[in-house]
């Protein structure tokens, strides 16, 4: 029987999970400038920092899913690929190498607002009935500077207990996160290449509501 990873090593999660990281610092690299356009080339107004961070979510989305994953269609055979899965409110979940990765936006694990985030953040698997081979919860971390540009920096870490009296979490590790560089030969998917107001599509209603813009919200 092959031994299991061990989830209390940081650092060997962020070796594993560093083809994830590559493609999410690439997507936010994209999302973000393109969310600001909303502002700036169609509304015309100052930032609203919420709708903000709502709109780098989804063309987060946008992008992961040009590249062709899905939920389930992580590749077994070589691990290399992830199954993306969409949560309310544009929300991110990925699954890769026995992990389940939800992504936020904050320099401190924002506190969960749902049950689902708390069972999430506590280590609660929540697809143990189908054996899927997920052995641990993990979240990623993105932020922005102060001129609310992406800042570069994914921090990745093992959520591990509540302090309900104090809105905290506790984690089990923490590890910062900065890609080298930016390979110039990644495929830009059209949409993403030349100045365009916010894109609205009906493809199947946003492939049968993948993005849950209609659901309860899910954070930043």
């Not at 919420?50 to 063309?59: A, E, F, G, M």
């Not at 609660?124 to 800042?151: A, C, H, M, P």
């Not at 506790?170 to 890609?179: A, N, P, Q, R, Y």
Request: charged share 30%; glycine share 8%.
């Amino acid at each position: 029987m092959a031994t299991l990873p061990n989830v209390h090593d940081g650092e060997y999660w962020a070796g594993e999970l560093d083809p994830l990281l590559t493609d999410l610092d690439f997507a936010f690299r994209l999302a973000v400038p393109q969310a600001h356009r909303f502002f700036t080339h169609w509304r015309k107004k100052v930032v609203n920092r919420p709708l903000l961070s709502n709109l780098i979510r989804y063309h987060v989305l946008e992008y992961l899913w040009t590249q062709g994953f899905d939920a389930g269609t992580a590749k077994e055979d070589d691990g290399e690929g992830w199954g993306l899965r969409g949560l309310p409110n544009n929300g991110l979940e990925l699954l890769f190498r026995q992990s389940c990765i939800r992504v936020r936006k904050g320099i401190d694990p924002p506190y969960p607002n749902t049950m689902s985030a708390e069972n999430f953040y506590q280590q609660k698997l929540f697809d143990e009935s189908v054996n899927d081979g997920t052995i641990t919860n993990l979240l990623i971390l993105y932020n922005l500077d102060r001129d609310l540009q992406y800042d570069g920096k994914l921090l990745l870490m093992r959520p591990m207990k509540l302090n309900v009296k104090k809105k905290t979490v506790k984690c089990d590790w923490v590890k910062t996160v900065e890609i080298a560089r930016v390979d110039p030969n990644r495929v830009i998917p059209p949409e993403f290449m030349h100045g365009q107001e916010l894109p609205f599509r009906d493809e199947q209603t946003e492939r049968n509501g993948k993005t849950g813009t209609d659901d309860k919200p899910n954070g930043d």
